[in-house]
């Protein structure tokens, strides 16, 4: 596709933004704060939130059930959570905010000790610290190191640590089937299938604003609901679902709808998921996209996290918080149609009637088409084979996510595979595309954020950015209105310096 239908009626707007998740959202909160009118914000879906996305288990929205994000990863000037106190949301406590592992068992109900997989933890927790430190150290001394998997590396060293510390072999055994579990956990931490796939020299790369993580309060969507209630409700237009964007106009960017709508605008900032462009990028830009901008598509990656909450009448049989279960597995391969549950990495009590069940990659992937019922049956064998108790009850209610077979995610959230750099492909990812010595279309969400990826944190400032960057781009024109608003307003301000004004 690549001209407009003359004969096709389109809708002007200074600025489109396309999506509505927590960079869409926060790019329009941005733009409605430095007094911005003509905004149109295209969502594909008929819902706001994208990645965020909470159920309520009662009327007062008080008990989250998060689908989505659910954790705030470091609070110090960490810009969403200065908003939730700001502007006062409601608090409360309720579900876990850590991967610790209470009780942790064999399939075939061995139970094992916390010393052996606190052992195993403690030393893949020394190894994670080691990619932080080696990260540090070639961005100080502009060295990379060549490009391999976390798993690789992590797997070499946990094998001498083995043979040194390693105990008799049924220990060994068991220790190489508690790192196993712990490298599945990680790819629930990256959001990948497997730490084959992530690079070793840019793990350390994803950072977090310090201090401890916490759960939303009353759920992630408050944020959205919160954002949503800041902007003009005409702004947001349901089922827009962009499938071109024709941008080397010498007037305006022409946007088309897969239902046939067409959009015109001088700015895009375009929030659409990693996964999804990396689907359809050749037809979704006209003229097709730099190559440094494909490059970039291409190598960064987000791969599946899907959770699944298994509801009963009561939890009797689940003791502690938290269950880790050890499978019998042959390296890192499964037969996925049969054993798909074995990358469940962990178990956790959100309420006391409901239980989390997290599962990625290709496993998350066939569960997503499975019967929930059927899924339900499967975990109770597991249940009653490993916890040694045939008279544990089938859940009442089985509820799973589809990530990946939502057209406008096509995953969970990205990270840096083998062969990418996350400063010059994320960079890359976040940069505009300019026609005639002007940025047309800005590009924001959780993948273009040098540090804070994959995070609600991330998409939430990029989504700022973008819109200072538009603003900026308005200011030049002679919007002095505009210029006045972004050097008084307080929230602004902070980005403002940060990001737009020159050092
Ligand atoms: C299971 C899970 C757990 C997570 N846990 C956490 C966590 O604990 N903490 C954390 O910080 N993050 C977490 N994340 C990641 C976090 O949810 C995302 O990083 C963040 O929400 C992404 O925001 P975004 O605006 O970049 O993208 P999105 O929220 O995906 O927004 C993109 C929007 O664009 C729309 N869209 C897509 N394609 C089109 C199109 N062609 N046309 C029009 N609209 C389109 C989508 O419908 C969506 O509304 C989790 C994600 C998942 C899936």
């Known amino acids: 596709m690549s001209t407009v239908d003359q004969n096709q009626t389109s809708q002007y707007r200074q600025t489109i933004i396309i999506g509505s998740g927590t960079a869409g959202l926060s790019a329009a909160y941005q733009l409605q704060k430095l007094g911005c009118k003509s905004v149109f914000i295209l969502e594909g879906s008929n819902r706001i939130g994208g990645r965020i996305l909470t159920e309520y288990l009662d009327k007062d929205l008080t008990q989250p059930l998060e689908m989505g994000a659910c954790w705030m990863h470091g609070l110090q000037e960490n810009p969403v959570y200065e908003l939730a106190q700001r502007e006062n949301f409601p608090s ?4 876990i905010l850590s991967f610790d592992i ?3 068992v064999d399939e075939h109900g061995l139970q094992i000790s ?3 997989h606190h052992e195993v933890d403690e030393f893949f927790e020394s190894l994670l610290q080691d990619t932080r430190d080696l990260f540090e150290y070639q961005q100080q001394n502009n060295t990379q190191i060549s490009s391999t998997s976390i798993h690789k590396v992590f797997l070499e060293k946990f094998e001498n640590f083995v043979n040194l510390n390693g105990g008799d ?3 060994r055994c068991l220790k190489l089937k508690l790192l196993q579990r712990r490298f599945d956990q990680e790819t629930g931490e990256c959001g990948c299938q497997s730490m084959e796939q992530v690079s070793y020299s840019e793990f350390g790369s994803y ?8 759960e939303f309060p009353c759920g992630y969507s408050t944020l959205i609901r919160f954002l949503c209630s800041q902007i003009p409700q005409n702004w947001i237009q349901f089922d827009q679902f962009v499938e071109n964007i024709l941008w080397d106009q010498n007037d305006r960017v022409h946007i088309t709808c897969k239902n046939g709508n067409v959009y015109e605008c001088d700015y895009v900032i375009c929030t659409i998921p990693l996964a999804v462009m990396k689907w359809n990028y050749k037809s979704l830009f006209t003229p097709p996209l ?6 970039a598509i291409q190598k960064m990656d987000m791969g599946t996290v899907d959770k699944i909450y298994l509801f009963y009448d009561q939890l009797d049989f689940f003791t502690g918080d938290s269950l880790a279960i050890v499978y019998d597995r042959e390296h890192d391969t499964l037969d996925i149609k049969k054993e798909w549950y074995k990358k469940i990495f962990l178990f956790q ?6 239980l989390l069940c997290w599962i990625t990659g290709d496993e998350a992937i066939f569960c997503e088409q499975l019967d929930e019922t059927y899924i339900g049956d499967t975990l109770t064998n597991l249940f009653r084979k490993s916890l040694k108790n045939p008279s544990i009850p089938t859940p009442t209610k089985v509820v799973r996510t589809q990530w990946f077979s939502n057209p406008c995610a096509k995953g969970s959230y990205s ?3 083998v062969g990418a750099s996350s400063w010059q492909h994320i960079q890359d990812l976040a940069k505009p595309l300019i026609f005639n010595n002007m940025s047309r279309v800005f590009f924001a969400g959780e993948h273009t954020h040098t540090r804070y990826y994959s995070t609600v944190t991330g998409a939430f400032i990029t989504g700022q950015t973008q819109a200072l960057y538009v603003a900026q781009q308005l200011i030049s024109n002679n919007d002095t209105e505009m210029l006045a608003k972004a050097n008084t307003d307080d929230f602004t301000k902070i980005q403002w310096k940060r990001e737009v004004e020159p050092p």
């Open 102 to 104: 209470g009780t942790c």
């Open 169 to 171: 072999q049924e220990t």
């Open 415 to 417: 990270y840096v595979p």
């Open 290 to 295: 730099p190559t440094w901008k494909t490059e």
């Open 114 to 116: 916390s010393d052996l």
């Open 207 to 214: 950072q977090r604003p310090k201090g401890p993580d916490m």
């Open 349 to 354: 009590k959100v309420y006391d009637n409901v």
């Open 92 to 95: 409360h406590t309720g579900t």
